[in-house]
């Protein structure tokens, strides 16, 4: 997302400025790991179930919102000479992190009343 985003602007990322390749990646993960799977879970209860949606649909909704960005992300960068190191830096941060937190996201989904 990183990466598309700024070939779209043509933006590149400095080195030295305030922007830290930590922080950049501590946001993404914020926002993957934590206010995806928030959301998920809020319309779950809040208009899924009213929609009567089927689990298989469901399914795919959760893995849409739960998986990390494509790796191609960072092919693109490498290809575009633009925040490479972010975004390689940022994929491997979160395929980590996944790694982890997978469990517990399934754990928590297939806990939801309707889904079993």
Do not use: C
């Amino acid at each position: 997302m990183i990466s598309l985003g700024s070939m779209i602007a043509n933006l590149s990322y400095k080195k030295g400025k305030n922007h830290s390749l930590i922080i950049v990646t501590l946001y993404v993960s914020l926002i993957r790991f934590l206010f995806f799977p928030a959301l998920f879970f809020s319309l779950y209860f809040l208009l899924f179930k009213k929609l009567a949606l089927s689990p298989v649909q469901i399914w795919v909704i959760f893995l849409e919102m739960h998986i990390p960005p494509a790796a191609n992300l960072s092919v693109m960068a490498a290809q575009a000479e633009i925040n490479e190191d972010t975004v390689s830096f940022t994929l491997l941060f979160t395929y980590i992190l996944y790694l982890f937190l997978l469990p517990l996201y399934l754990l928590f989904f297939l806990s939801l009343p309707g889904i079993l």
